[in-house]
């Protein structure tokens, strides 16, 4: 039998259990960007790699961003395009050897965008640095500007490029932190996702705004550094254990 | 001297008209099948589409470039899985190969496209365009139903 007790107490349930839980949940998700929406300056993509977990002859990150971009070598390692390379450095003083995925940096003073004539290297209010193909002349002063090394230039014509990977001769690109994937809701990138699946899991993507997110959890637990911190370019890829 | 004038201003004429009408009228005669064939319209109407496409896309690739914005209506992207062709194998042929839709009319225009030497001439389905050309009629069905959910 329902009394007037009875009735309320359910009815409360009901309405908790239909609109305060699930936005309980989804607070802690990712909440996903409407395809029409503009980013924003809400989230801001990071990296953070554990230089003590990546393994030393692995390139499984290197392979997933190819496969991922559709980056196709020529057979000549000094210009092929390269957006993620592995980096291999040995401290002289302790002979302890680091190996390390090298990738854009995604500097927030980042020296590529100050020296392009064009206006074509530019960093989305996102935090993003990435090459507007579009208006890229080519003349690789975003090249010589990083620090990294992270950008490449296409010097031969293209066919068969992926269709979320548009590039092609004449233009510089460098990694974009899979920016199609994200703008299309995913939380994470190739080289993550790869190196997961390796079984390694030295790379952590995700919204450095974002308190709860992986990569902010395994920033404050690991007190990562960024390189070339006397630069000042507040870089967005951070590295523990070099 | 005046009949000179008149006939230069009559073959003036009669090639501005030419231009302007080479492409009203006369439908695109490309090979396979594609499945704007099966469509009533574009995403905007057709004599605008014809005129202004290239405004669209304009517009749309910056948004996408600059901002993030990825909805389909305008999306290069979304053009290349509708009209591009299907051979009878089920193959897709490159968009802007000859008597292909975007080749076919530009050959006509004069106009020189510049978009494939980046972007992807084949579809994008199911995910890496150029990795899967080879499509049999069940993954047509499906890539017409992927485009269609799209919308």
């Known amino acids: 039998m329902i009394n007037r007790r009875n009735f309320l107490v359910k009815s409360a349930s009901a309405l908790a259990i239909t609109f305060v839980v699930p936005s309980l949940l989804s607070g802690k998700a990712h909440a996903k960007k409407p395809l029409a929406q503009k980013v924003t300056d809400k989230q801001s993509w990071g990296i953070h790699v554990d230089a003590g977990k990546c393994v030393e002859g692995c390139t499984a990150c290197v392979d997933a961003c190819n496969e991922e971009n559709g980056l196709t070598g020529f057979g000549r390692p000094e210009t092929d395009s390269q957006w993620i390379r592995k980096v291999t450095v040995k401290n002289k003083t302790t002979d302890k050897i680091t ?32 090459v507007n193909q579009h208006t890229c002349i080519g003349c690789r002063y975003c090249m010589m500007a990083c620090p990294f090394k992270a950008r490449s230039f296409v010097h031969e014509t293209l066919t068969q490029q992926n269709t979320n990977a548009p590039r092609g001769k004449g233009c510089v690109e460098s990694c974009n932190l899979c920016v199609n994937r994200i703008d299309h809701g995913s939380e994470t990138t190739a080289c993550e996702d790869a190196c997961n699946k390796a079984g390694h899991s030295a790379i952590t993507f995700g919204d450095l705004k974002n308190p709860s997110s992986k990569v902010r959890l395994a920033i404050d637990s690991n007190s990562p550094r960024r390189l070339r911190n006397d630069l000042n370019l507040q870089q967005k890829v951070f590295y523990s254990n070099i | ?106 050959v006509k225009t004069a106009t020189n496209i510049t978009c494939f030497s980046c972007h992807a001439a084949e579809p994008r389905f199911p995910q890496h365009s150029g990795m899967t050309s080879k499509m049999n009629s069940n993954d047509i069905n499906e890539l017409v139903k992927h485009i269609n959910n799209d919308k």
Do not use: W
């Open chain 2, 1 to 106: 001297m005046k009949h000179l004038k008149i006939s230069f201003l009559i073959f003036i004429l009669s090639v501005g008209i030419q231009n302007v009408s080479s492409h009203d009228g006369s439908p695109h005669v490309t090979t396979g099948k594609s499945k704007a064939d099966s469509q009533e319209a574009c995403v905007e109407p057709t004599e605008l589409m014809r005129k202004e496409h290239y405004m669209f896309l304009l517009h749309q690739r910056d948004e996408t470039v600059i901002d993030g914005v990825r909805t389909k209506k305008h999306s290069f992207a979304n053009c290349i899985d509708c009209h591009v062709s299907y051979d009878e194998q089920g193959k897709a042929i490159p968009i802007n190969a000859e008597g292909q839709f975007c080749q076919e009319c530009h």
């Open chain 1, 99 to 130: 190996t390390m995925p090298m990738m854009c940096q995604h500097c927030e003073n980042p020296p590529c965008c100050d020296v392009c004539p064009t206006g074509a290297s530019f960093k989305r209010v996102d935090g993003i640095v990435m």
